[in-house]
C-alpha cells in the first residue's frame, strides 16, 4: 500500500469518505467512474516517455534545500531541476 495514502480521507461530492484501504476499494469495486462525470473536470497530464532511468542520490540538508527553493522559483519539481543541471553539465 502507498504511504501516500491517508485515511481518512475527506468526502468529494457523491464520492463519501473512505475510514481504510479495503473500505474504499469495496466502493470502487462496486461502482464505475463514469457514474462520476458529472462531478469532475478535466485535467492536463504531462507524459515523459523518455525518461525511464532513474538514480537516487544522497545530498546533505543545506544542498537539498537550495536545490528546493531553486526548484520553486523556476516552478519545476526539483527533479525535473536536477535533470536540467546534469543535462547542461554533460
Do not use: C
Not at 464520492?15 to 458529472?38: C, G, K, L, M
Not at 545530498?59 to 531541476?81: I, P, Q
Request: hydrophobic residues 35%; negative net charge.
Amino acid at each position: 500500500m502507498s504511504k501516500y495514502l491517508n485515511y481518512p480521507t475527506p468526502a468529494y461530492g457523491s464520492v463519501p469518505s473512505f475510514q481504510n484501504y479495503e473500505e474504499e476499494v469495496a466502493f470502487w469495486d462496486s461502482r464505475h467512474i463514469t457514474e462520476f462525470t458529472e462531478e469532475t473536470v478535466p485535467v492536463n497530464v504531462r507524459s515523459t516517455p523518455g525518461l525511464t532511468k532513474q538514480l537516487m542520490i544522497r545530498l546533505d540538508e543545506e544542498t537539498d534545500r537550495t536545490l528546493e527553493v531553486m526548484a520553486e522559483a523556476e516552478d519545476v519539481k526539483k527533479s525535473t531541476l536536477v535533470r536540467k543541471i546534469v543535462k547542461q553539465w554533460l
